[in-house]
């Protein structure tokens, strides 16, 4: 072998080991099969096998054998080459697959050999397999991922970097049901927004367009949380978009109209509830509740220097419509008395209904006294007009009370305003009275006595007098009279006219009368130890605290007692209107013993029918009466007259009070009455005196004379 042939062998050897080809031959006369040193290497046999074509068939599996022999005779006969890939087994027994090629070599017409090639294809083979493998993994997860995109609850859609679509679900086609034709991969976002607006896919964007394009597009290439979007057909979606880190953005939508329309509903509700908690619903103005808040706004929004008007209209007669015409004219009149508000006031004033017959009107900055009080007489004026109901006139009136003020002052000026009222009221109805430094002291000034009284209460400042009472026969010491005096510290001893009323309005009348009645309980003690007689102790207590105060509570039962007990009433309560809680103190005194005995009777405080129902022991008649009988004997004179007559028809004793001289004394004996109180006997005594008194005076005799000192 020249080292020409030498060179190309090797050259041979090196591309078959490297190629990992090798060769085979079959001479077709000698049946001689001749292998190439690689396609040894892959049968796994050494250089000194030389096997048969049978046995170099046989390497193959059963199962292959055919196909190998069935190549081989098509070749024969055909002249045909054959590829295959089969499984081998190979000497050692490990099982490869290898590719064998071959043809039938022709000369002349007649096959003298057959050539090919044989390579280990096993790595190929396998690497394909587990391709194969890979891909259907792949189809497997990608309709995996399909059906779970179908069946997700939300729409789905996946855009590509270039923002086209990628992926997405039925659902979300569905939902955009304008745009559904535009909706397919490789559309871009743009593109499919354009075709819904286009079709008017999104209601909130008519009119603005290109404007809604833009934000949407902006949202879209930054997402930023969700945006809500309306369809048609009132469909509301929450829109969630994410930006994967790939660079796809994945977008979902939920469909929230049901939860869009709860919340509607919700919201129109709690507004309708938040109307329904300051409006009052019979006359649709605002209740107490909205006045609150309308001073809160104002509070807040307006400037120190903006005045206000504040009017606070309460009416007239109101009650006794309501009693006599019944409810329906009752709300017939507040309903024309908020239309009349409304027509009186200007656009942005405030009206509320803050009670039952009363409403306040906050008048708008800037607004004076005069401007104030030409609106509140527009208003009385108007309210003075009877009003037809059922046929029949209404006729009721309006008072107001007026404060003017500054915003900060609003709260304090519905007080004065109040205040004012009060005032307009007590000064004759269907008038108006603005709120001014001098209300405000006398305001002021009761504040300081009622703070006084309490003070003096609990320090027991508060006192009896005793004024004796005289049979009008013999003018015997016949019993006395307890008056309450208020032992002041710095002012001396003041008279019931400075501090009752006062008692009265902040509701500390009923502990007066306790303490004057217990002072008095303990003076006619005093003075049975001292040893005088004293056969009747009265105190005066009206008939308003008796019934409401329980003063049972503190009144003892007579039988403790060395002397009797006469409670004076006054009546201050409607004896008719409240008959049953009168009848009901009444008869709770009467069960203790008591005496009762009407105070001030002809004065115009006590009537003929409260007579008849209170049924007193005593009368006892008014100074004024008395007084009036000195210089009217033929007028005054003849009604003490009838009223001593009717008493004693009825049972009824009568006292003369105001005897200021035997002239009174005697008239009024003469004309009936049977006991006598007055300074003409004596004026109310503190109790050190009346103890003196008592001692001095012969009063166990009828002796007028002693008695005469004028005090
Ligand atoms: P009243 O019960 O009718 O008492 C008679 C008033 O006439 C007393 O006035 C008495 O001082 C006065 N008076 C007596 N004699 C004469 C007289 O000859 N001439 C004149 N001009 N006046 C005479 P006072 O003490 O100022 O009491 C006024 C009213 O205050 C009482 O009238 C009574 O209604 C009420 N009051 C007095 N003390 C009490 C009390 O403890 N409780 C209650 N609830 N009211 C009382
Ligand atoms: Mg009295
Ligand atoms: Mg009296």
């Keep these: 072998m020249n080292s020409n042939v030498r060179a190309l062998h090797k050259l041979r050897m090196w591309i078959s ?42 390497f193959y599996p059963e199962e292959a054998r055919g196909t190998v022999t069935s190549a081989i005779e098509e070749a024969l006969q055909t002249g045909s080459p054959w590829e295959f890939e089969l499984p081998f087994n190979r000497a050692c027994g490990t099982q490869i697959w290898v590719r064998a090629k071959g043809e039938a070599i022709f000369e002349d017409g007649v096959p003298r050999q057959l050539m090919g090639t044989f390579q280990d294809i096993t790595h190929i083979v396998r690497r394909r397999e587990e391709l194969e493998q890979a891909q259907k993994a792949a189809q497997t997860a990608k309709e995996r991922l ?27 086609r569905a ?56 369809l048609p057909g009132d469909k509301h979606l929450q829109i969630h978009e994410v930006i994967l880190p790939s660079g796809d953005t994945v977008g979902f939508r939920v469909d929230v109209t049901q939860l869009t329309r709860q919340q509607r509903e919700l919201a129109e509700k709690a507004v309708a509830l938040e109307e329904a908690a300051v409006t009052d619903p019979l006359t649709e103005l605002g209740n107490r509740r909205a006045l609150d808040m309308h001073v809160r706004s ?17 009416l007239d007669r109101f009650k006794p419509i309501n009693d006599v015409f019944g409810h329906a004219a009752g709300d017939f009149i507040l309903r024309q008395v908020a239309e009349t508000l409304r027509r009186s006031v200007k656009h942005n004033d405030f009206i509320a209904r803050v009670g039952g017959d009363e409403f306040v009107v906050v008048l708008g900055a800037p607004c004076n006294e005069e401007d104030a009080s030409r609106v509140a007489q527009r208003i009385i004026k108007t309210c003075q007009q009877p009003l037809e109901w059922e046929g029949k006139p209404l006729l009721y009136g309006a008072s107001v009370g007026i404060s003017i003020g500054p915003a900060s002052q609003l709260p304090a000026m519905i007080n004065d305003a109040d205040i004012a009222l009060y005032e307009a009221k007590n000064s004759g109805r269907n008038r108006h009275f603005v709120f001014n430094a001098d209300l405000r002291r006398r305001v002021e000034d009761k504040k300081r006595l009622s703070d006084d009284l309490f003070r003096a209460i609990e320090q027991k400042e508060i006192v009896g007098f005793y004024q004796p009472q005289f049979r009008a026969s013999d003018h015997a010491f016949c019993g006395m009279e307890a008056l309450a005096r208020w032992e002041h510290p710095e002012d001396g001893t003041l008279s019931p006219g400075v501090f009752l009323p006062i008692a009265d309005e902040v509701g500390l009348l009923s502990q007066i009368d306790k303490l004057v ?25 009206d008939l308003k605290q008796l019934v409401q105060s329980k003063s049972e509570i503190w009144l003892p039962r007579k039988e403790d007692l060395p002397f009797s007990l006469a409670i004076e009433i006054l009546e201050t309560l409607d004896v008719d209107r409240d008959l049953e809680l009168v009848s009901w103190a009444i008869d709770d005194l009467r069960e203790r013993g008591l005496l009762i005995e009407v105070d001030d009777f002809g004065s115009g405080h006590a009537s003929l029918t409260s007579l008849l129902k209170i ?31 009717m008493c004693l028809d009825l049972g009824i ?37 009346l103890l003196v008194w008592s001692r001095t005076a012969n009063i166990s005799e009828a002796a007028p004379t002693p008695l005469l000192k004028r005090a």
């Design 175 to 230: 939902l955009y049901a304008h745009s559904a034709r535009a909706i397919k991969t490789g559309a871009t976002f743009e593109s499919i927004l354009r075709y819904g607006l286009d079709n008017r896919q999104y209601p909130e964007a008519f009119g603005r367009e290109e404007e809604w394009l833009e934000e949407r597009l902006e949202r879209h290439r930054n997402p930023v949380g969700q945006i809500t979007q309306e």
């Design 298 to 314: 104002l509070r807040h929004t307006s400037v120190a220097t903006d005045t206000f008007g504040l009017l606070h209209l309460d």
């Design 146 to 172: 399909w059906r779970a995109i179908e069946a997700l609850p939300e729409a789905f859609v996946l855009y590509d970097t270039d923002d086209k679509v990628a992926l997405f679900n039925t659902r979300y």
């Design 653 to 689: 004793k009568v006292t003369a009070e105001g005897i200021e001289t035997e002239l009174d004394a005697d008239a009024m004996t003469d004309l009936g009455c049977d006991t006598l109180q007055g300074y003409m006997f004596s004026k109310p005594l503190s109790r050190s005196d």
């Design 17 to 58: 080991e490297r190629s990992g080809v090798g060769g085979w031959q079959v001479n077709l006369e000698t049946q001689q099969v001749t292998w190439t040193e690689e396609t040894r290497k892959i049968h796994g046999v050494g250089p000194d096998f030389v096997p048969s074509v049978e046995e170099a068939i046989n």
């Design 615 to 645: 049924k007193p022991d005593r009368v006892k008649l008014d100074l004024g009466l008395v007084h009036a009988s000195r210089i009217d004997p033929q007028g005054a004179g003849k009604m003490v007259k009838s009223i001593c007559n």
């Design 517 to 541: 009645f217990e002072h008095a309980v303990e003076t006619g003690m005093a003075l049975a130890e001292q040893g005088t007689m004293c056969p009747k102790m009265a105190v005066n207590i």
